[in-house]
């Protein structure tokens, strides 16, 4: 006898056959599994971003460890800095926006020059 306690993992609605089957239909199997699916790339995207992030920070405190320095942005560029990703972004009242990578931002500056900053508390809104 089929117990009327179990329900489809997917959609709720009661189970009927055997011990182990967790789904009600073969649809509702497939749409488990192409969601797991979908959350893994998810998952596997973030960590891709992450990754960039992390080694923007580092390229940024090895170029910068006390923060404040000038230099070319080619120098980034060479230790394979993606200016594409950052964490955040702070304007100043002059309008000047810096963007970070956790705790180490730049500026951009004239003639293909960045200003390499730490975070400061003053810069939380
Ligand atoms: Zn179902």
């Not at 749409?31 to 992030?53: F, H, K, P, T």
């Not at 080619?74 to 594409?84: C, I, K, N, R, T």
Request: hydrophobic content about 30%.
């Amino acid at each position: 006898m089929a117990k009327p306690d179990r329900t489809c993992a997917q959609c709720g609605e009661a189970v009927v056959g055997r011990a182990d089957k967790r789904f009600c239909s073969s649809q509702c199997r497939a749409m488990a599994s192409n969601q797991r699916r979908s959350d893994d790339a998810g998952e596997q995207r973030m960590r891709e971003i992450n990754a960039r992030l992390r080694h923007n920070r580092q390229v940024l405190q090895r170029a910068s460890p006390e923060g404040k320095t000038t230099l070319k942005r080619q120098v980034l560029e060479l230790a394979g800095f993606d200016f594409g990703h950052f964490t955040h972004l702070y304007r100043t009242q002059k309008g000047n926006t810096y963007y970070f990578c956790y705790d180490f931002g730049y500026l951009l500056l004239e003639d293909e020059k960045v200003l390499i900053v730490n975070w400061q508390p003053y810069m939380e809104k």
